[in-house]
Structure formats: structure tokens, C-alpha cells
């Protein structure tokens, strides 16, 4: 009997479907891992944007998943009339986020640079992202359903398990591969690719026969110049990062990365002194000028070193100006620096500029430097040291946060000798009251009793630190001048840092913890009343 026999393609006809069938569901739900994985990447895309701009990641978060998952309720809603037409629209609907989710960073980006607005933005661009990504399963499920019918809650189980999946997939590959090998923008770019071709390939494959000429043509022209604006949006991103990063700064840019944690920037300009200015910013917050550093460095470090201090520990200060004024003391043993990003500690360690400026302090033999979360490693080892200095960003994310919490301070308790001293860079007790006096109540809830002093930092404005000591008195400030001299610190300074105006005297605050960040959300709102 030959495959053209007419009884015999009778009784073989439903093994062929079958296959084809099968295939088709595949490649669906395919596209459906895709489209989901590529949905959640634009979410933590914006997240980290936000994050990294702004700072406080958990109000980043919030912003954008609270508006995300609504978005996404009203698109689910409003895919209904569409689905008797459920080919061409999320063929449309998937170019739509090609677009719209590729560029999502870039724009985001230029609207932080160029005008005064971001958090408008945000939200508008998060609300259509999420329209579009809810309007994707209604869709799907119609279009799964016109391949093969089946039960209500088996068709909602494949569909769910492809889109839980690629979420799964979209979640690691954000961090773990796109963001360092890529960027943000240009990961959002490529990501927006990826979207395109899933969409327009499923329908264009699958459904071709739900679409009239002029569909396909449009479609195909539409897909063509998606893929150009990604493509030309993606060699031009190295000159978009260029201009929009010097927009953001004053005076000409001699450096910048995008690390795996935070955006590094060094600018070099001429003060009015005639110095050479050279700044370093982290996220767009300054992080020293070299014209006035000195007095923040010294301030921090020297009353702290008065004392029992042959090894020493420095969590955070990456940028080794702190280490410099530790080395200058012939009685250190050891300096251990603990700084999460390399990116900065390798730039403090190779950038011509920084190094004059940090005094080769990394090549010195005495430093150890760890690239390491300080809570983390705090935790994980049980070293002892004379003298603690903590050198760190302004609590105003999650991540450093918790450096300044209650529960911080009670892991620092076991690494000091018993004549051990800290020294806490606090904020300002002008700008940010509340955070510098959130900081001495958290300490007095470890055990301790600090002495807060401030000193004038010009770039700063007036900036606040505590030091305290492991026997849980309050320590007396002094200096050794044997080290000497200071550029800006003296004995009689030293006093009268210890004086407070009535407009920052002490408050009564509520110390910070790993649950209750209280200081997070205080650095944020203090911040922006000036």
C-alpha cells in the first residue's frame, strides 16, 4: 500500500497532526519562556537604574513592582477585545516592548541627566511596560488554546510553568551575565532583541495563516525596524554614556566604570586655589574632593589612633585615603582594608592621580586588602584589632544600611581588642540631623558610649563622626602629634569639634536595625529639604 492510497492516509492522518501539534505547543510555550524571562529583566533593570541614580533600593523596588503588577492587571483586562485577533496583537505587542523595554534605561537615564525629573518617568515607563506584559497571557492562552483545545487548568499549567521559567531564567541572567558582560543599557537593548524576535518569529512561524498579505509585509517591516533602531541604539551607547555622565558633573570627566555594584567616577578640574581638583563619585554621590579631603581623613583617623595600634581595620574607604593616614603611623603592624568593589580598590591602586593623592597606601606592605561585604566578613572571621575605622557610603541603601545597624556594631564588639577604639563617619549633624544622631543612639544600644565631633569639610558642608572604645566608657579626643603636623587637625580643633550648635544638638533617636533601617529612610527625606 503506497502513502497516496486514500484508506491508508485515512488511517495514518491522525499520527501526522499529532507531531505537528506537539511541535507548535512547543514552540509556544517557547515563546512564552522567552517573552516572560525578557519581562522580568526590564523590571530589575529599572530597579537597579533606580538604585543606582537614586538609591534606597527598596523604594526602587517598590516603585517599580507595585506599578508593574498593577499595569499588568489593567493589560490583561484590556487584551480582551483583542482576542479574536490574538496573532497580529501580540506580534504588535511584542514589538511594542522591543522597543519600549530596550530603551527603558536609556531613557530613564537621559531624563536623570538632562532635566530635574526622574521619578515621573519612571513610573510612566514602568506602567507601560507593565500594560504590555499584561496583555501577553491572555493572549497566549488564546492562541495555545487555537492549536490544540484542552481543559481550562492544564492550558493555564503549561502556560504558568513557561512563564514562571523564564522569570526563573530573566532573574539569573540580569545579574549574573547581562549586567557585567553588557551594562544596563546595553543589556536592556539586547534584551529587547531577544523580545522582537521571539514574538514576531512565533507568529510569523506559526500563525501565518491568521494573517492577511498586507499583515505579514507590515509586520516583517516593523520587526526590520525594530532590530535597526536596537542595533544603532547599541553602537551609539558608548557616546550616549559619555555625554550623559558629564552632564551630570561640573567638571570634565578622566574616568568612569560601570562595576558590578556601583557607577565609578573620577572628574579632575582646577580650583579657584589653582590646585588640581580631582573628585571621585560613586552613584553620582561625592566621595572626596583633594582639595579638602585632608580634613575629613584626618578627623575620622587620628583620634582613633591614639593609642594601642599595631593592627588596624578599615571597612570601607576604598579609595585609600584613610589607609594613607593610618600608614603614616611607623608603629602599625598591619592595616586590613575590607571595600566591596575591586573596581575601586584597583583604581586607588592604579590611577596615577589617586595614587599621588593616597600615597601609594595599597603597594605599602603592611596593607591587606579584602574585596568583601564588611558585614559578611565581619561575621565570617574572628581577628581582633587596636583600631576600627569605619569609612563608609551614607546609609541610603540597603546594602549599606545595614552598616550602620544595631546588630552591626554588636559583631564590630568582638573584633576590638579590650583597649581597642572605632572611629563611625556619621553624615552631617546639619543636612541630616536625625541619621548622625540615629547612628550615637544605635552605638549606645551595642554597648557603647560615644563621642560625637564634627569638623568643616568645605565640599561636605560641617561633617560628623563618633568614636568610641571596646570598654564601653566614652572615649577622651586627643591626638598624637608625635605624627605629626596635621594639616588641619589640632588639639584646640579637636575641642571644639566636640561642641554642638543648638540647631545640632543631640536628639532623641530610636537606634537602627537589620529590621527597622530607620536611618534609611531618614538620609533620604533630610537630604532633599536642602
Known amino acids: 500500500m503506497t502513502a497516496t492510497d486514500t484508506r491508508g492516509a485515512s488511517r495514518e492522518a491522525p499520527a501526522a497532526p499529532s507531531r505537528r501539534v506537539r511541535l507548535a505547543r512547543f514552540g509556544l510555550l517557547a515563546a512564552a519562556f522567552t517573552v516572560s524571562a525578557c519581562g522580568l529583566v526590564y ?101 495555545l488554546q487555537r492549536i490544540r483545545r484542552q481543559a481550562a487548568g492544564a492550558a493555564v499549567a503549561d502556560l504558568n510553568a513557561a512563564d514562571y521559567l523564564g522569570g526563573l531564567l530573566g532573574g539569573l541572567a540580569f545579574p549574573f551575565l547581562l549586567l557585567p558582560l553588557f551594562g544596563q543599557i546595553r543589556g536592556a537593548l539586547l534584551v529587547g532583541a531577544v523580545n522582537a524576535i521571539a514574538g514576531v518569529v512565533l507568529i510569523l512561524i506559526l500563525f501565518r495563516a491568521d494573517l492577511t498579505k498586507i499583515q505579514k509585509q507590515l509586520l516583517t517591516v516593523g520587526a526590520a525596524g525594530t532590530a535597526l533602531l536596537l542595533a544603532a541604539a547599541f553602537a551609539y551607547t558608548d557616546r550616549f554614556e559619555t555625554s550623559a555622565r558629564q552632564a551630570l558633573y561640573a567638571a570634565p570627566i578622566v574616568y568612569s566604570e560601570d562595576s558590578q555594584y556601583q557607577q565609578v567616577v573620577l572628574t579632575e578640574s582646577v580650583a579657584l586655589s589653582g590646585e588640581p581638583d580631582l573628585r571621585m563619585y560613586l552613584n553620582g554621590d561625592l566621595q572626596f574632593s583633594s582639595v579638602d579631603e585632608y580634613r575629613y581623613h584626618e578627623a575620622l583617623v587620628h583620634p ?26 611607623p608603629d602599625v603592624e598591619s592595616v586590613t582594608l575590607v571595600d566591596l568593589d575591586s573596581a575601586v580598590t584597583d583604581l586607588a591602586k592604579d590611577f596615577p592621580d589617586l595614587v599621588d593623592l593616597n600615597g601609594d597606601a595599597f603597594r605599602d606592605p603592611r596593607m591587606n586588602v579584602i574585596n568583601d561585604d564588611a558585614f559578611n566578613w565581619m561575621r565570617e572571621h574572628q581577628e581582633s584589632y587596636d583600631v576600627i575605622v569605619v569609612d563608609m557610603p551614607d546609609p541610603d541603601a540597603t546594602e549599606t544600611a545595614k552598616l550602620y545597624s544595631l546588630e552591626f556594631y554588636e559583631i564590630v564588639t568582638s573584633h576590638l581588642n579590650e583597649s581597642g577604639r572605632m572611629a563611625v563617619q556619621g553624615g552631617s549633624p546639619y543636612f541630616a540631623p536625625k541619621t548622625y544622631w540615629t547612628i550615637a543612639s544605635t552605638l549606645r544600644a551595642a554597648g557603647y558610649e560615644p563621642a560625637p565631633y564634627q569638623v568643616s569639610v568645605p565640599s561636605f558642608g560641617d561633617w560628623g563622626f563618633h568614636l568610641v572604645q571596646a570598654s564601653g566608657t566614652e572615649p577622651e579626643l586627643s591626638l598624637d602629634e ?31 536595625t537589620l529590621m527597622e533601617p530607620i536611618i534609611l529612610d531618614q538620609v533620604q527625606s533630610e537630604w532633599r529639604n536642602y
Open 304 to 329: 582613633a589612633m591614639d593609642g594601642p595600634r599595631r593592627n588596624v581595620l578599615v571597612l570601607g574607604g576604598g579609595d585609600g585615603l584613610a589607609a594613607r593616614e593610618i600608614l603614616r603611623y
Open 43 to 143: 523590571e530589575l533593570a529599572l530597579i537597579t537604574l533606580g538604585s543606582y541614580l537614586v538609591g534606597n533600593t527598596a523604594t526602587q523596588a517598590a516603585i517599580v513592582l507595585s506599578v508593574m503588577v498593577f499595569a499588568m492587571g489593567l493589560g490583561a483586562l484590556a487584551a480582551k477585545p483583542f482576542q479574536k485577533r490574538p496573532a497580529l496583537t501580540f506580534a504588535v505587542i511584542e514589538l511594542a516592548l522591543a522597543v519600549l523595554g530596550g530603551f527603558s534605561v536609556l531613557l530613564l537615564y537621559a531624563a536623570f541627566a538632562w532635566t530635574t525629573m526622574y521619578s515621573i518617568p519612571l513610573v510612566i515607563v514602568a506602567f507601560a511596560i507593565g500594560l504590555l506584559v499584561g496583555a501577553e497571557i491572555p493572549l497566549l492562552m488564546e492562541l
Open 482 to 512: 608625635s605624627v605629626g603636623p596635621f594639616k588641619s587637625l589640632t588639639p584646640e580643633l579637636l575641642e571644639a569639634a566636640q561642641v554642638f550648635a543648638p540647631d545640632r544638638a543631640e536628639m532623641d533617636m530610636p537606634p537602627s
